[in-house]
């Protein structure tokens, strides 16, 4: 059975790899020249890789890390230590670290939040830990119903105290969905915590060991084509061809000058575009149906993505850090976390700036020198003296767009993988699947798409994490 997918972000090339694993001839068209969607990178002129974000791959990914296996692509992981590591405002250059011995779940959260004494105290920790009992015993539908509430409202319910927000969460809600705690749905702080807890490795991080395009997608992209699927790069969407009872009849693409254009059928169609864009693309027919109608209320939130190449080193460690800054979410030294980044002698950090919504339009210098003020009270011994840190060069990747912000009461909005249209179907991190605005959602989501598809045509639904 011939299938076309209208992107090839992670959910398109995972919707396809399953959809040829199943025997199916996947067709994959992407809009632009460079493949991975919200993992996408380039090279500069030098040769060196800017990427959209700085992505993170979790113990608590069963489907991405399945996918690595899958692909014999596991060597790619750069593995670190199993802890969590913060910036201190109130001690420049000083860092507070949670470690995860190696020891069963829940044991070594619980032991890894005791043992640090920087950040939280006896009281809060343990007012804390109460709190988040029934999120540990309740399970998936407690997680789901808390999506009435923001994090900050959460917490105030379960008399947590104000400074725990202060000290942890909004540094974890940046890192999640780029914006503020007291934004962000309880829903995903929630999950987060609740699969880092109950599984034992669930928190421990790996970094690819080079650009996710080349790295990963190309591989799925080898995986695909050598089972007879397609990938067309340079060829958007530009219309949902309809038959008389509203199923889809074909895609008509056209090339990126627009001179060309051509009509595309098959017996499925799957949408893998983020929704945003899908938005613009839902026929004029399908509107009225609540499927499609409910999915103005999911919106891409902003994100920056800074690369900032320096003459010296930086740091010497080899892990996420989270900077607690105002202006800054995460960041690491590429040149000792990534193997291809590679350089003993200079460092490239990877920042991302967030929440974003004030800047997105801002120069890329203005957000360069905020982002080096930021950075002058993160590492304060480098930038002052006679021998001061210099940048060599800079890349300010902006994205108005990124992940569906995930505020409170956004889950009802968030579609299945089977639509109402017989043979049309949804991939993306916004449908709906456990995992939420993550590459370990949009992996899942295009696994559960597939499933979808075979469930519909040929009744041999494959199984799932």
Not at 203 to 208: E, N, P, T
Not at 381 to 410: E, Q
Request: charged share 25%; aromatic share 10%.
């Amino acid at each position: 059975m011939r299938v076309v997918i209208a992107g090839a972000g992670l959910a398109g090339l995972s919707c396809a790899k399953y959809l040829a694993d199943n025997g199916h001839i996947p067709i994959v068209l992407e809009a632009r020249d460079v493949l991975g969607g919200k993992v996408a990178a380039w090279k500069d002129e030098d040769g060196d890789w800017y990427e959209t974000g700085l992505h993170i791959f979790f113990g608590a990914y069963p489907n991405m890390l399945q996918l690595f296996k899958e692909l014999d692509i596991e060597d790619r992981l750069q593995w670190k230590s199993h802890s969590m590591i913060f910036n201190q405002p109130s001690e420049p250059g000083t860092y507070s670290r949670f470690d995860f011995p190696d020891i069963p779940a829940p044991v070594n959260g619980v032991s890894a939040i005791l043992s640090n004494n920087d950040m939280l105290s006896w009281n809060e920790k343990i007012l804390f830990g109460l709190g988040l009992v029934p999120a540990m015993l309740r399970g998936q539908k407690y997680l789901d119903k808390c999506d009435t509430k923001s994090w900050t409202d959460w917490l105030k319910e379960h008399n947590i105290p104000e400074r725990v927000n202060d000290e942890v969460f909004i540094a974890m809600s940046k890192a999640l969905n780029f914006i503020g705690p007291d934004e962000i749905s309880s829903t995903v702080l929630l999950t987060a915590l609740n699969r880092f807890l109950q599984e034992k490795n669930g928190s421990k991080m790996a970094f690819l060991d080079g650009a996710p395009p080349e790295r990963l997608c190309q591989p799925m992209v080898d995986y695909i084509t050598a089972r007879g699927g397609e990938v067309h790069m340079n060829s958007p969407l530009r219309e949902i061809n309809l038959n008389e009872d509203s199923t889809v009849k074909s895609f008509t693409i056209a090339s990126l000058n627009e001179k060309e254009k051509k009509e595309i059928t098959a017996d499925a169609y799957v949408s893998a575009m983020p929704v945003d864009l899908f938005k613009l693309m839902i026929p004029n027919q399908w509107k009225g149906l609540d499927a499609f109608s409910k999915l103005d209320g999911l919106n891409g939130v902003p994100v920056i993505n800074i690369h900032l190449w320096f003459d010296k080193k930086l740091t010497d460690i080899d892990h996420l850090l989270f900077s607690r800054s105002p202006l800054l979410s995460v960041y690491a030294d590429m040149s000792i976390t990534c193997k291809e980044y590679e350089d003993p002698n200079r460092s490239m950090l990877e920042l991302v700036f967030a929440p974003a919504k004030d800047w997105i339009n801002r120069s890329d210098q203005d957000i360069v020198d905020a982002t080096m003020e930021e950075l002058k009270k993160l590492f304060p011994t480098h930038f002052m003296g006679d021998n001061k840190t210099k940048l060599r060069k800079y890349k300010v990747v902006k994205t108005p767009r990124s992940v569906y912000k995930a505020v409170p009461g956004c889950q009802e909005f968030r579609p299945s993988q089977k639509s109402p249209i017989k043979n049309f179907f949804l991939a993306g991190d916004y449908t709906m699947q456990k995992y939420l605005a993550s590459m370990e959602g949009a992996v899942l989501s295009g696994k559960l798409c597939a499933e979808s598809i075979n469930k519909e045509y040929s009744k041999t639904p494959q199984n799932v994490s």
